[in-house]
């Protein structure tokens, strides 16, 4: 772009979903990227998908943060400007199982990276957190200054990270760190080319309703609709993918100008039920998708969304995507790939999608 400095930015985390995404619009920005990631939870074909969009090929390096030692290497290799942190486990559920695994991989990571990049001079991060750190709001919309309080495991991850990077941002004034709470990320890259891929049975709802209408899961079990909300049924901020990607070269854009430090929320600042959702799909993707309502999920909330005034105000940042624009490319996604990275395009084979009606 025309006016604006270009970086080399190590992209941690960058062959995941939102990791990928983000690696799309940094391309179109012109920074050169390089991923490092241990395909823990994505496939290296991630990146001759990535090779497809941005028109070039995209370096990676295939390492685990928690090996100090690659790290240091990593570091030795390149001389980066600055870093996106999006390595982490993510899983709840599995969280409540593998505490430590949770700790070990998330904490123990984030501190190699923070002690390469303080040893490299490296002195811009744009970290990935999360409305996790909120735990059960008082009140919603939630804004930054919100009482914070994790309700598990990998919440808590969440939160000591975000700790360790203030401390260190306290510790050497050189260093800035972009703190992102994102809301409840969904959709996919307008190409079809990448998307959510989880392995096994998904833990949120958009890849389950995804997976229900490519007929790969009967139905969606929703879980209560016995909320204090509209229908009964839990209220969250969806965000497209692709707006919560813009937002990261933003950031970045916001450190390397040196305006300081920064925490914010990444929603849309308007809440959605289950129901909603379900039926927003229906009309983007033409599928039925059915449904029963069965018991709570442990350590769900009613009501979870933003108040995402403040990203706007320090970033001018704002969602552009509405609920149509992501189901619609989630969607996409879903029929071209049924099998997620597994296999080929769809577009080249007979499709397995069940249930289709129209496509609007
Ligand atoms: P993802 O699992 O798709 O991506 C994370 C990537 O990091 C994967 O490619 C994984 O292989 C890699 N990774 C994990 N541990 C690693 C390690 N030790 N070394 C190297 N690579 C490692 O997850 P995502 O949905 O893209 O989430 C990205 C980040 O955003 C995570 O930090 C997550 O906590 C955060 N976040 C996600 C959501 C969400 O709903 N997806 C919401 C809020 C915050
Ligand atoms: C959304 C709504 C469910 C699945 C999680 C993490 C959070 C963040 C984003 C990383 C809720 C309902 C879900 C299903 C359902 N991740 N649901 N049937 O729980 O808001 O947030 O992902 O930081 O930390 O907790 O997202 O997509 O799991 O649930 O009815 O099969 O859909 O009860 O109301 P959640 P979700």
């Not at 090929?57 to 570091?75: H, N, Y």
């Not at 942190?85 to 505490?99: D, T, Y």
């Not at 959709?187 to 958009?206: K, Q, R, Y």
Request: glycine share 10%; with cysteine; net charge positive.
């Amino acid at each position: 772009m025309a006016g604006q400095t270009t970086k080399c930015v190590l992209v941690c985390g960058g062959a995941g979903y939102i990791g990928s995404h983000t690696c799309t619009a940094l391309a179109e920005r012109g920074h050169r990227i390089v991923i490092a990631d241990n395909f823990a939870n994505s496939s290296p074909r991630v990146l001759l998908r990535l090779q497809r969009i941005v028109g070039a090929p995209v370096e990676c390096e295939r390492l685990d943060l928690r090996s100090k030692s690659a790290v240091t290497r990593l570091f030795k290799r390149h001389r980066f400007d600055a870093v996106i942190h999006f390595a982490a486990l993510k899983a709840v559920g599995e969280s409540f199982e593998r505490p430590l695994a949770y700790f070990d991989n998330n904490i123990s990571g984030t501190i190699n990276l923070l002690g390469s990049m303080h040893d490299a001079g490296v002195m811009r991060l744009v970290f990935s957190s999360s409305a996790t750190v909120y735990g059960d709001p008082e009140s919603v919309p939630i804004n930054e200054q919100a009482r914070l309080g994790v309700t598990n495991p990998y919440g808590r991850t969440k939160l000591v990270m975000e700790q360790l990077i203030e401390d260190l941002c306290h510790a050497d004034g050189c260093f800035r760190a972009a703190n992102l709470r994102y809301f409840n990320p969904v959709g996919a890259h307008p190409s079809g080319l990448i998307g959510e891929d989880p392995a096994g049975i998904p833990n949120n709802v958009m890849p389950y309703i995804c997976q229900v209408a490519a007929g790969r899961r009967g139905k969606l079990s929703i879980f209560g609709d016995d909320y204090p909300t509209p229908d009964g049924t839990g209220v969250r901020d969806y965000i497209h993918v692709m707006d919560l990607a813009r937002a990261h070269v933003v950031a970045l854009d916001y450190l390397v100008r040196g305006d300081g430090n920064l925490t914010v929320n990444l929603g849309t600042g308007r809440g959605i039920s289950v129901l909603e959702l379900v039926h927003a799909f229906e009309r983007a993707s033409g599928c039925s998708i059915p449904y029963e309502i069965v018991a709570r999920r442990r350590g769900d909330v009613a009501e979870v969304y933003a108040d995402p005034s403040l990203a706007r105000r320090l970033l001018g940042w704002r969602t552009r995507l509405d609920l149509h624009a992501m189901c619609r490319d989630a969607w996409r996604w879903q029929s071209m790939n049924p099998d997620g990275y597994q296999r080929p395009t769809a577009k080249t084979k007979s499709s397995p999608l069940a249930s289709r009606k129209t496509m609007t």
